[in-house]
């Protein structure tokens, strides 16, 4: 079979914060992709602004970089696909994985393989993908690089890979420093026999398989991704499986339920670095971009005019967590501000429009004609969903997450997630005693001699909604957890994950420092003075379990007597304030959140305090 052995195509793929993103700003560097006077910033590839702001990676990319061998020869293109770390964004794994012919597992040498490394690994091994591991951070101070390579075959012979997967080559780098070697350094250290990252590409070329073709086959590519221009409107990228595709041809394009449609070619493009550059012809293994196709979507197949044949669909992983998605039906709204979106048609089209490019989403209709169900993989995919929508303008109501049922032999099941923590040892029994509330059942635990233990639950997917904030209080803000889809099991039963109740605003009007000064005690208070407030809305959280409704907008009587305590002075204690992810793990079922550009507030799905005393004795007979 006829190779190209110009071009190589492999995807970093690793658990959240271990340097993938890092890897591939100095793969740019040291390859000669940015001019000498060109200013670059950290994580080049997190171009997103939530990407930057959370430091994860949401959404995958591809660059590429122009490698000329050491000992000469021709340049070899080494086409790179920077996937998300976090599981939440599986979808991007899934879809940047049927793009390449091999991956680089990059594992922490402190870390050792995580969650996510064993999500992103058993995507790979799946796909009968090559591995080459890289381990990064050697220069950590507690690297442990002998036990973390233990870790990974482990791992690799837990999720049932067979003996040519096993055999991978192994890379040590410290990505920040551009240094890789194929040489064990000390724990601690910089690999020292090595001063750029030549061991790593001189890896790849060796071990990564160069695109295979059938010079009689007809054109076939994929369609793995989208993106979107001013000007050229829709872009599709695609992997070019077979043939040839040019500039200006007409090709069949094969859509999801089958149907054919002839399309021409009117722009095609390949990356160079980070930016696009037109191009006349895309052979066997390129992954180029082409436009002219307005309604493209993901998965789909360009083919031969002639003799078009579809390639596989891409799949993902079922949904686990749910959410309602709708316009804001607060008292407050459209008060923010001009230009807000606040109207159910342009939600409504909103959220078909990530549809497109977002595999793993899924939008289902309610019985509101002004609110959808909205599907994803985690709690994280869908509020930045949310916040992405925020930034754009969009009020909204967002409903409490709830997880995604299924039935199985007659019996309702629900997704479990498997939690690994890391935390200091005088924590064990705060964590222990945490998790089982949320009906969690710990696995393993193991004890590294260093004052820090490792855990390993299988928690409900619900019970982890809101674990966080619990998780870091009572750990002191030290404890490390993640934690990845495990599968269904049958029904836990009632979960009580918050123990205390609401501070629930009993009429309209702006918030004043003297009602705040006596409610203070009763709880904390999320807003400040001057804040306009409504019937409904939630101000604090009680200390108590029960709701309590409360007079938020109380004003001092003014009186021509002088009080004995007049020149007491009070001081406020500065509220607890929300951010969109706090607020989702804090909502009860009867609550929901209304986002704005400008405000995240917390509210009773039902607003009149009569109406909801009535329907809490209607509950309890």
């Not at 482990?154 to 920040?176: H, S, T």
């Not at 420092?513 to 409904?536: K, S």
Request: glycine share 8%.
């Amino acid at each position: 079979m006829p190779t190209r052995h110009d071009i190589r195509n492999v995807a970093i793929v690793a658990h959240v914060d271990h340097g993938k993103t890092t890897l591939v700003d100095a793969m740019l560097k040291q390859a000669g992709a940015f001019a000498a006077h060109q200013h670059v910033d950290d994580r080049v590839m997190d171009s997103n602004d939530l990407e930057r702001e959370k430091g994860i990676t949401i959404l995958a990319k591809n660059t590429a970089v122009k490698y000329h061998p050491k000992g000469g020869g021709d340049p070899v293109t080494i086409n790179i696909i920077d996937t998300p770390g976090h599981a939440d964004f599986g979808g991007e794994v899934e879809r940047g994985l049927s793009m390449v012919d091999a991956v680089v597992l990059l594992v922490d040498a402190s870390e050792g393989p995580l969650p996510q490394t064993r999500f992103v690994l058993r995507k790979a091994l799946q796909a009968r993908l090559p591995v080459i591991l890289c381990i990064n951070k050697t220069d950590r101070p507690d690297s442990r690089i002998d036990d973390v390579v233990n870790e990974t075959y482990d791992l690799f012979l837990d999720l049932d890979a067979d003996e040519d997967q096993i055999e991978f080559p192994i890379v040590y780098a410290c990505a920040r420093d551009g240094v890789a070697s194929l040489t064990k350094p000390a724990n601690g250290t910089v690999p020292a026999d090595s001063d750029s990252l030549e061991p790593f590409f001189s890896t790849i070329l060796s071990n990564v398989p160069a695109p295979v073709y059938d010079d009689g086959a007809p054109l076939q590519a994929h369609v793995t991704n989208l993106d979107a221009d001013n000007f050229l409107g829709r872009i599709a990228l695609l992997r070019v499986e077979q043939g040839h595709l040019r500039k200006g041809q007409t090709v069949a394009w094969i859509k999801r339920d089958g149907t054919i449609t002839s399309v021409r070619i009117s722009e095609l493009m390949m990356t160079e670095a980070l930016t696009r550059k037109p191009a006349e012809v895309a052979g066997p293994g390129d992954i180029c971009a082409v436009a002219g196709i307005p309604e493209i979507m993901i998965g789909e197949t360009l083919a031969d005019p002639e003799n078009p044949i579809a390639l596989p669909l891409i799949t993902v992983d079922e949904p686990a967590i749910s959410m309602t998605i709708g316009t804001n039906t607060s008292p407050l709204v459209g008060k923010g501000g001009k230009g807000h979106k606040v109207t159910a048609r342009l939600v409504k089209d909103r959220l078909e429009r990530e549809l497109v490019g977002n595999v793993s989403l899924r939008v289902l209709p309610t019985e509101r004609p002004d609110a959808w169900e909205v599907q994803g993989r985690g709690e994280l995919a869908l509020a930045i969903l949310v916040e992405t929508m925020r930034r754009e303008g969009f009020e909204l109501t967002v409903g409490k997450p709830q997880v995604v049922t299924k039935e199985i032999n007659g019996k309702v099941h629900e997704p479990v997630e498997r939690m690994t923590i890391d935390s200091p040892e005088e924590y064990l029994g705060a964590i222990t005693q945490l998790l089982a509330s949320r009906k969690g059942r710990m696995e393993t635990m193991t004890n590294h001699g260093s004052g820090w233990v490792r855990m390993e639950f299988v928690v409900p997917s619900r019970g982890l909604i809101g674990f966080r904030t619990d998780f870091l209080t009572d750990t002191r803000g030290t404890g490390i957890a993640h934690s990845i889809f495990e599968g269904h099991e049958p029904w836990f039963g009632e979960l009580r994950t918050r123990n205390n109740g609401s501070l629930v605003a009993d009429r309209s009007g702006p918030v004043t420092a003297f009602a705040m000064t006596n409610l203070q005690e009763r709880g904390v208070l999320f807003i400040d003075p001057g804040t306009e407030v409504y019937e409904g809305m939630i101000v604090g959280e009680n200390s108590r379990a029960d709701d309590m409704d409360v007079n938020i907008t109380k004003e001092k009587k003014l009186t021509n007597m002088r009080s004995s305590t007049a020149d007491v002075t009070e001081s406020l204690v500065p509220p607890r304030k929300l951010s969109l992810e706090q607020a989702l793990e804090f909502c009860r079922e009867d609550e929901c959140i209304e986002v704005t550009p400008e405000t995240v507030r917390i509210r009773k799905v039902v607003l009149d305090q009569k109406e909801r005393g009535r329907a809490a004795a209607r509950a309890k007979r």
